[in-house]
């Protein structure tokens, strides 16, 4: 296994681009090389700022040498092509959500990952996101079961998007279900535990304008339903985002699109109320997500009102349990000031998956199979809204994990 620095190439340089660039710079092992736009004016100050060549498209970024991994930075409907090219010029690839507008076109970019042998990371941030991954292991280690609900509400805002912006256009964007929500289609798969299996929808179009808010209920292969509700119609400052999991005798409610704040309830026997209590002494490794640089301002607290539920067995969906205690438990990265660096941390951390895959040859996080699902799943999302009818998720094919 060689030591020596990765070479990163950038595909993109607008503004998306250059953040992913910043959040990635300083990683121990990896070196930026070149940045590529075809408007090589925008794409000098960004190659001036990390020392890097400046090129006028991939083409140019493959005869280099010293660039092993592509990061693909521009517009959706561009990133199949894109990774399929670096793939078969022996690169590997980091490529921004969603991997490609069809299932078809991103089964295509994971055969391709699967014939090259190189690594093929999707920049699905939530999968690095620590509170995400605290909630997962509480699972695995069966304080709170498998949610067999899950909801995410994102009113977001479109101030920033004018009537000719891409994103309104499906086209190039692929619409809100492929473009924004493959994020929470892939983060329902991972926490759920199971693949998407049916779904239907509705779309709203603003009055004279576009689609601006869709929903999309998700019947998955345990049985779990996911409903997931996305508008584009909110000011910045009037944001609001909310994801809750009903794991039976327990719920968990998330805030934040890039979460920051969960609140765990849950009702527990002795056993489960002495293991709750031990958990703010296991905070480091609850939240642990390799190349995601802690703050210091971390915190899990657990609050334990013992007997508030009497000793009587309680009963849901044909379970019946002795569960007196009631747990409420907080995990806080920093709340809703600690967004932006949450966020940044997290494609770090996403970049450092993909590095390591590099190295090793091990599955990334979110790799092909993630980017796979979450677009088919997408895709069949907007088919429904269009049919009114039920969708059958298209079968996974081809790819890697």
């Known amino acids: 296994m060689s030591s020596a620095p990765l070479g990163a190439g950038l595909v993109g ?107 093929l990371a999707v920049d699905h941030v939530l999968r690095h996101n620590p509170l995400l991954r605290a909630l997962e292991r509480l699972m695995a280690e069966g304080l709170l079961e498998r949610p067999r609900r899950f909801l995410f509400e994102n009113d977001a805002a479109d101030e920033d998007l004018g009537p000719d912006h891409w994103f309104w256009d499906p086209a190039r964007s692929g619409g809100i279900f492929v473009e924004h929500g493959v994020h929470f289609f892939d983060a329902a798969e991972a926490l759920l535990g199971a693949a998407p299996a049916t779904v239907r929808a509705t779309a709203v179009r603003r009055r004279g304008g576009p689609v601006d808010m869709v929903v999309a209920d998700v019947v998955h292969e345990s049985g779990a339903l996911a409903t997931h509700l996305h508008s584009f119609t909110h000011a910045h400052r009037a944001e609001r985002q909310l994801m809750r999991l009903d794991h039976g005798f327990a719920e968990s409610v998330i805030t934040g699109w890039i979460p920051t704040r969960a609140t765990v309830t849950a009702w527990t026997d002795d056993d489960g109320a002495a293991r709750w209590e031990r958990l703010p002494l296991r905070a480091a490794e609850l939240l642990d997500v390799a190349g995601f640089e802690p703050s210091g301002d971390e915190r899990v607290t657990v609050r334990v009102e013992r007997g508030a539920g009497g000793s009587a067995p309680a009963s849901g969906r044909g379970v019946s349990r002795t569960v007196p205690h009631r747990v409420e438990a907080v995990v806080d990265l920093g709340g809703e000031a600690a967004k932006a660096r949450v966020y940044t941390q997290s494609v770090r951390a996403a970049f450092a998956d993909l590095m390591h895959s590099a190295a090793t040859g091990s599955a990334p996080v979110a790799g092909a199979a993630a980017g796979i699902s979450s677009v088919a799943v997408a895709e069949a999302a907007a088919r429904a809204a269009t049919s009114g009818t039920e969708r059958h998720v298209a079968a996974r094919q081809g790819g890697t994990p």
Do not use: M, N, Q, W
Not at 41 to 57: E, K, M
Not at 65 to 88: G, Q
């Open 13 to 119: 340089c607008g503004a998306f681009g250059a953040y992913v660039l910043d959040a990635v710079a300083g990683l121990p092992g990896l070196g930026i090389r070149a940045v590529a736009d075809a408007d090589t004016h925008r794409a000098a100050p960004l190659g001036a700022r990390h020392g890097a060549a400046v090129c006028d498209g991939l083409d140019a970024l493959l005869a280099r040498a010293d660039v092993d991994v592509v990061v693909i930075a521009t517009p959706p409907h561009t990133h199949a092509d894109l990774a399929v090219r670096a793939l078969r010029g022996g690169r590997h690839v980091f490529c921004e959500k969603p991997l490609a507008l069809t299932a078809e076109d991103a089964r295509r970019v994971g055969d391709e990952a699967r014939r090259s042998g190189k690594a």
